[in-house]
């Protein structure tokens, strides 16, 4: 019998406060005239979700992890092991995933961060599947995405326009294939990252290379900044290399995948690669413009929300593929089987 990791149950948790593109140009119009505009037509943005000002992400996390459990049938202390990606963590350490393990009370489960930023879920997802097939012990394992970034923005930068808070979580559970049975669960991962972008989009004091100081906090260096834009071929060339790559190592076609599931920063480059890649927009699903970009969380997000409106259902072939600063890229493609999700 071989062992493999399935998707068994996914949740998510969006925060109460809404932040429509309408204040924003409220706020901003005078300084940044017809930046809302531009932002909303080259992403397809039209809102975002903001936690309570006292929240740190453990705190967005939680529910999240609650109704990912709920979902699969799980209870806390049935966890082995908890991933947690995001980059804008509780505490530079220790690690996120920690403090969220005692507010679930998953006394049982060890934990560890996945610090890939955008790229962080279905890096989780793929190290969560190695886990689980080659270590007889780890049966459950729950995988969260987590974003609270407009905490760590300058509310005077338009660029918070993008920073919508929120929690995406799912749940992968060992199940045995007899011989000669066809493939089902995890299928395969590939990576991708350039670290020449290192410098165009983060949070550069704070950490060894320039400790928080006085002159640091004052000069707004320990939040989060666009210091040189991405050119768009990084994603437009590197999602198609992505799947296709994934799609190679799982033994699979193309035309075998049901549903793509992308980094939600810009409806136009899902439609864009969609098309690349010879696949109908039919085959994926964004959230972004009611959601807003949501980072780390927004791949299990999508999921969610997907799985509910009938978008992903049980059978289907689905590849997660993420995008994030530094940069890092990931995917990773699962044959499902029954899954069930939890939005409230």
């Given at each position: 019998?071989?062992?493999?990791?399935?998707?068994?149950?996914?949740?998510?948790f969006?925060?109460?406060?809404e932040?429509?593109?309408?204040?924003?140009?409220?706020?901003?119009?005078?300084?940044?005239?017809e930046?809302?505009?531009?932002?909303?037509?080259?992403?397809?943005?039209?809102?975002?979700?903001?936690?309570?000002?006292?929240?740190?992400?453990?705190d967005?996390?939680?529910?999240?992890?609650?109704?990912?459990?709920?979902?699969a049938?799980?209870?806390?202390?049935?966890?082995?092991?908890?991933?947690?990606?995001?980059?804008?963590?509780?505490?530079?350490?220790?690690?996120?995933?920690?403090?969220?393990?005692?507010?679930?009370?998953?006394?049982?489960?060890?934990?560890?961060?996945v610090?890939?930023a955008?790229?962080?879920?279905?890096?989780a997802?793929?190290?969560?599947?190695?886990?689980?097939?080659?270590?007889?012990?780890?049966?459950?394992?729950?995988?969260?995405?987590?974003?609270?970034?407009?905490?760590?923005?300058?509310p005077?930068?338009?660029?918070?326009?993008?920073?919508?808070?929120?929690?995406?979580?799912?749940?992968?559970?060992?199940?045995?294939?007899?011989?000669?049975?066809?493939?089902?669960?995890?299928?395969?991962?590939?990576?991708?990252?350039?670290?020449?972008?290192?410098?165009?989009?983060?949070?550069?004091?704070?950490?060894?290379?320039?400790?928080?100081?006085?002159?640091?906090?004052?000069?707004?260096?320990?939040?989060?900044?666009?210091?040189?834009?991405?050119?768009?071929?990084?994603?437009?060339?590197?999602?198609?290399?992505?799947v296709?790559?994934?799609?190679?190592?799982?033994?699979?076609?193309?035309?075998?995948?049901?549903?793509?599931?992308?980094?939600?920063?810009?409806?136009p480059?899902?439609?864009l690669?969609?098309?690349?890649?010879?696949?109908?927009?039919?085959?994926?699903?964004?959230?972004?413009?009611?959601?807003?970009?949501?980072?780390?969380?927004?791949?299990?997000?999508a999921?969610?929300?997907?799985?509910?409106?009938?978008?992903?259902?049980p059978?289907?072939?689905?590849?997660?593929?993420?995008?994030?600063?530094?940069?890092?890229?990931?995917?990773?493609?699962?044959?499902?089987?029954?899954?069930?999700?939890?939005?409230?």
């Amino acid at each position: 019998m071989e062992r493999y990791a399935q998707l068994v149950g996914a949740g998510m948790f969006l925060p109460p406060r809404e932040i429509t593109n309408d204040a924003l140009r409220a706020k901003f119009d005078a300084k940044f005239p017809e930046f809302v505009d531009k932002m909303e037509a080259s992403s397809g943005i039209r809102s975002r979700f903001w936690a309570p000002e006292d929240w740190a992400t453990s705190d967005v996390a939680l529910p999240a992890a609650q109704r990912a459990l709920a979902a699969a049938g799980k209870k806390p202390e049935e966890v082995d092991l908890i991933i947690l990606g995001t980059d804008s963590p509780d505490y530079i350490t220790p690690a996120t995933s920690v403090v969220l393990q005692h507010k679930l009370q998953a006394k049982n489960a060890g934990t560890f961060d996945v610090g890939c930023a955008c790229a962080s879920f279905p890096t989780a997802l793929a190290a969560a599947a190695g886990i689980i097939t080659t270590s007889p012990e780890i049966n459950t394992v729950l995988v969260v995405g987590v974003y609270l970034m407009h905490k760590l923005a300058d509310p005077e930068d338009p660029m918070i326009f993008f920073y919508g808070d929120g929690a995406g979580a799912a749940v992968l559970e060992a199940r045995t294939a007899k011989p000669g049975e066809p493939k089902k669960g995890f299928l395969a991962s590939a990576f991708l990252a350039d670290g020449s972008y290192h410098r165009h989009w983060g949070i550069y004091s704070g950490g060894t290379f320039e400790p928080a100081t006085v002159e640091s906090v004052q000069g707004g260096r320990t939040k989060v900044r666009l210091i040189e834009r991405y050119p768009p071929e990084v994603n437009h060339e590197g999602w198609p290399r992505l799947v296709r790559e994934v799609t190679r190592r799982a033994g699979v076609s193309l035309a075998e995948v049901d549903a793509v599931l992308f980094t939600q920063v810009r409806r136009p480059s899902v439609e864009l690669v969609m098309e690349t890649l010879g696949l109908p927009l039919s085959k994926t699903h964004t959230v972004m413009e009611k959601w807003g970009y949501t980072g780390s969380a927004c791949i299990p997000m999508a999921l969610v929300d997907a799985v509910a409106q009938g978008v992903v259902r049980p059978g289907q072939l689905v590849v997660f593929v993420g995008s994030g600063v530094g940069y890092n890229q990931a995917a990773a493609a699962f044959r499902l089987e029954e899954i069930h999700v939890r939005l409230d």
